[in-house]
């Protein structure tokens, strides 16, 4: 079982920046070998992929709504995975969440407690 905390959300305006942090912990988890990514879901909407982080080579994905504004990186030495949020929009806000991944759907059995990303307008 992989615990994962979510961190850094807030409220900000448009056009501002956020960073997320999400650290991975387990008994049996080996980080540095796991691609790791971020999901988000607003009120009424169903859970939707973000980003994501190759652990093999460092490869990046992004959905396209966040292409170019976002930035996904990950340090093995503290099993953290981050999200740089640059430029967000109103449409933006959601509850965001880290886990395992493999192309573009969550492998992890169970998520954390996720952390909000409000922004206004």
């Known amino acids: 079982q992989v615990q994962l905390v979510e961190s850094g959300g807030g409220l900000v305006q448009a056009g501002g920046s956020l960073r997320l942090s999400c650290a991975a912990s387990?008994?049996?988890?080996?980080?540095?070998?796991?691609?790791m990514g971020w999901f988000r879901q607003a009120p009424g909407k169903e859970r939707e992929f973000v980003a994501a982080i190759n652990w093999r080579d460092g490869g990046t994905l992004y959905a396209d709504s966040v292409k170019g504004r976002f930035t996904i990186s990950r340090d093995n030495a503290k099993n953290t995975v981050y999200l740089q949020m640059n430029s967000l929009k109103p449409e933006d806000t959601a509850a965001y969440y880290c886990n395992t991944v493999r192309g573009i759907s969550p492998t992890g059995g169970s998520w954390g407690q996720g952390t909000q990303v409000t922004v206004s307008s």
């Open positions: 387990g008994r049996t988890f080996v980080f540095s070998m796991n691609t």
